[in-house]
Structure formats: C-alpha cells, structure tokens
C-alpha cells in the first residue's frame, strides 16, 4: 500500500522560511519520480517542483530560486526546503509521487504565510 506522509507546515511571516517533508511506503522510492504540489482556497492544484530519481529537478516559474527540492533515497523522504516565503504561497502542499503510471498524493500540509 502506498502512503505520503507530508510534515513541516505551518504559519511563518513573510520573508521567513519552512522545510516540508514527506515519507513514503509502499513503493520503490529510488526508482520514483517525486515531487511537491500545492492548491490555494478557489484555485487548482498546481506543481511546485518536481525530482526524478537521477535527481533531475523541475521547478514551476514562481519558485525563482526561492525553494530547493531535494531526496534522500535512504530514509525514502522527499524534502522542500521554502525560503523568503510570500503571502501568495499559502496553500496546502502536497507531496506526489508517480509509480507505475499511477500518480499518488498525500494528505497535505498547510503552509500559511502572513503578511
């Protein structure tokens, strides 16, 4: 059974700074493309950025440098390390993960950034 268990979020001021993290099960990690979405209230889901398992990493153009990806294939773990938030990235962030074709999601963290 695969499993996405996000942590890390939470409420930071702007300009400040979270890591989220995100474990998983239930599939071969090191093989596995990963990566970070996030849904804002009224908007859709959206990518964040993305780690495939040769470590190539994609990110979406609102990133600009301000988020690194990054995995560690022992502990099975993806991690996002979020700096100089912005109130526009409060959202609830999910962890993703595909394998096998089939596309899985975690239950999600709220990250909250006031102004």
């Known amino acids: 059974q695969v499993q996405l268990v996000e942590s890390g979020g939470g409420l930071v001021q702007a300009g400040g700074s979270l890591r989220l993290s995100c474990t998983a099960s239930?599939?071969?990690?090191?093989?596995?493309?990963m990566g970070w979405y996030r849904q804002a209230p009224g908007k859709e889901r959206e990518l964040v950025s993305r780690?495939?398992?040769?470590?190539?990493?994609k990110h979406a153009d609102f990133v600009r440098g301000r988020f690194t990806i990054s995995r560690d294939n022992a502990k099975k773990a993806v991690y996002l390390q979020m700096n100089n938030l912005k109130p526009d990235d409060t959202a609830v962030y999910y962890c993703?993960?595909?394998?096998?074709?089939?596309?899985?999601w975690g239950q999600g963290t709220q990250v909250t950034v006031s102004s």
């Open positions: 780690i495939g398992f040769d470590g190539n990493t």
């Open positions: 239930g599939f071969m990690f090191s093989l596995t493309p």
């Open positions: 993703w993960a595909f394998s096998r074709s089939v596309e899985y």
